[in-house]
């Protein structure tokens, strides 16, 4: 079932107005597949302006998002997979809630990073959201032969180390694109 996106005017602004609401968090596989869904009940393409691949590769992508399994697009270039991909962002939440501050996208109710917990610990109800738009829920990085593991992952930071920092802390991480791309595609 597809969620009624609020209006603009309308999205929570703290973490008690989130709660009040009655939003619920989904993990993006979840919200994929609602909002697939959704557009298949409406008989609505689940992305446009890709030719070829409708009775292949759409079918197989669609029962993959149905059952919630994990999507990897392989093929020779010019195949339209970075763009199946960035398209696939079209069928994410409309806008998503964010904590105001946090490294990692966190999900008010639920923050990951240690900058998101120590602002929802400390504000409580009170702390601020920001909403974040589908279109800033989609990274990409292309592979070529400078790419490091640091770039995707992210990587101890050395002058946080320097500052005293044990290497064992979270605070001392430099996220990465993959991080950096919580509850996003």
Known sequence: MTRQPLEPAALPTTLGELRASGWVSRTVKEELRSNLLGRLAENRPIVTGIVG???????????????????????????????????????????????????????????ISPAGKAIVAEHGDATLIDWLP??????????????????????VDPIRVAEGRYLSDELTLHYGLIPRTNRGI
Request: no cysteine.
């Open 134 to 155: 589908r279109e800033r829920r989609y990274a990409e990085k292309l592979a070529t032969p400078d790419i490091t593991i640091a770039d995707l992952i992210g990587e």
């Open 53 to 111: 691949f409708d009775d292949t590769v759409l079918p197989a992508l669609e029962n993959a998002i149905i059952a919630g399994q994990d999507v990897v697009l392989l093929g020779e270039r010019g195949q339209a997979k970075t763009r199946l991909a960035r398209l696939l962002a079209g069928l994410l939440d409309e806008h998503l809630p964010d904590v105001r501050g946090g490294e990692l996208n966190d999900d008010p109710t639920t923050p």
